[in-house]
């Protein structure tokens, strides 16, 4: 038997079952999950993840790989059977290393854990997202998460140079490059990220660390046209070198959001708002002169520029939307389109939703510069027929305008059916077959991502 075998190996602090197994261990934030899991394995050590594993694969038993569980796409939702494997005591920084400056940490340790202790060595760790205060560095990796600063450092990818991973048979790819040039064959390390705990289970990581920028300003800007808010990123682009982000939000969402946070900017509504952050240490100076350019061209309506780091996190408070998680039966979908297209997107998107739920409140926001667009839907229920509605009419849309209906929350459960409206047959089967070479069995994280062949 299964616990048998593992509690000769590891001690009842990590393998938890019945009572003892907690709540949250039901499934992420999407709120989709149902079951608790049949046992629960706490590792503190890649030894511990490796015997688990290979118990595991041995009986042909399912696992379950779990994190921050603050993914949106079920993709941390065990079944009952499961067994779950979760990262939250396998955490901790060990070493950064000023003269290359790396980070090298384990896949639970907490993402604003790692940006402080980066901040206190005198870096920047560039992955960053709204989350940060609960999200783990192993989800990051395995989402390949993107979040508010990819227009100028890249997503979670662009940022790891080298990361360890145990795959289903407890085998341990210690692929830990440190080094900005590696040129030694297939880079591994690749395989593992986005991949959604569905090739092997990260475990420990080296982050690339940026030099910590000595100002930064933030803007928000007033504009009537979207045509015009994509002539102003091209010239954001060219003008600001140091640009670290470029957020817009439809009417709809910043009224909502800015009158539930009890803050007021500017004289009248406009169709949309962006916010423009400019680091580095000429940034407010060369974003003042930037906007009065852009104002002239009749690019902008209005702007206003923070004059305390109060206002700018107000601007950011408006942007992150909290308010919009109280909204009741509230679906959150995260698409990319070309930015050229989002426009058009968007308004086609909001007519096939509202000509099926009249009443629903339909709404956009995203990271434009990223082509990256968030649509949040409350239409009023959340039966499972309501769902796959919006789902099937929101990423028809995306299939007509040759979007992805993922940009940076991943496939999962949720989105898995779906799949095939971004990626084609020949996709699919080569992802197929690199699941079955890494994981013959199928007993990691079954049922998410890949659609039934």
Not at 136 to 158: L, S
Not at 424 to 453: S, T, Y
Request: proline letters at 4%; hydrophobic letters at 45%; a negative charge.
């Amino acid at each position: 038997m299964l616990l048998t075998a593992l509690s000769g190996q590891l001690d009842e602090t990590i393998l938890l079952t019945g009572d003892r197994i907690p709540e949250k261990a039901r499934g992420d934030a999407s709120q989709s999950g149902r079951a608790l899991p049949w046992l629960y394995v706490r590792p503190t050590t890649v030894d511990h993840v490796r015997i688990a594993l290979g118990a595991c694969n041995a009986r042909r038993w399912p696992v379950t790989i779990q994190g921050g569980m603050t993914g949106l796409a079920g993709g941390a939702n065990p079944e009952r059977q499961d067994v779950v494997i979760t990262l939250d005591r396998l955490a901790g920084i060990e070493e950064i290393d000023t003269a290359a400056g790396t980070m090298t940490l384990r896949a639970g340790t907490v993402l604003e854990v790692a940006q402080k202790a980066a901040e206190e060595a005198g870096f920047l760790l560039p992955i960053d997202l709204g989350a940060r205060g609960s999200c783990q560095i192993g989800g990051n990796i395995a989402t390949n998460a993107g979040g508010i600063r990819v227009i100028r450092h890249g997503v979670t990818r662009a940022n790891i140079l080298g990361l360890e991973a145990v795959l289903a048979d407890g085998t341990v790819i210690s692929s830990m490059n440190r080094f900005g040039k590696n040129n030694t064959g297939y880079d591994l390390k690749q395989l593992f990220i986005g991949s959604e705990g569905t090739l092997g289970v990260v475990t420990r990581a080296v982050i690339k660390l940026k030099p910590m920028p000595s100002g930064k300003a933030t803007a928000l800007v007033a504009l009537s046209d979207y045509r015009h808010a994509v002539a102003l990123l091209a010239r954001a682009q060219a003008d600001l070198p140091g640009l670290s982000a470029f957020e817009i939000m439809w009417a709809r969402y910043f009224e909502f959001s800015a009158r539930a946070e009890g803050l007021t900017f500017f004289d009248r509504g406009h169709p949309f708002t962006l916010i423009i952050e400019q680091s580095g240490a000429e940034g407010s100076a060369d974003l003042e002169t930037f906007l009065g350019a852009v104002f002239e061209a009749g690019l902008i309506e209005d702007a206003l520029i923070a004059q305390s780091e109060k206002e700018s996190r107000q601007f950011w408070t408006v942007r992150e939307g909290a308010a919009y998680d109280r909204l009741p039966d509230l679906v959150n979908l995260d698409v990319s389109i070309a930015i050229g297209r989002m426009g058009d997107f968007a308004g086609a998107c909001e007519a096939a939703l509202l000509a099926r739920f009249p009443d629903a409140h339909v709404t956009f926001y995203g990271h434009m510069g990223d082509s990256n667009l968030h649509i949040a839907v409350a239409a009023g229920s959340s039966d499972e027929a309501t769902l796959h509605a919006i789902d099937e009419i929101a990423y028809g849309v995306v299939r007509d305008f040759d979007g992805a209906i993922s940009a940076e929350h991943g496939i999962g459960l949720l989105k898995r059916d779906f799949l095939r409206y971004s990626r084609d047959p020949a996709e699919l089967a080569l992802m197929r077959a690199i699941k079955q070479a890494l994981d013959p069995h199928g007993i990691l994280n079954p049922g998410k991502v890949l659609p039934p062949p």
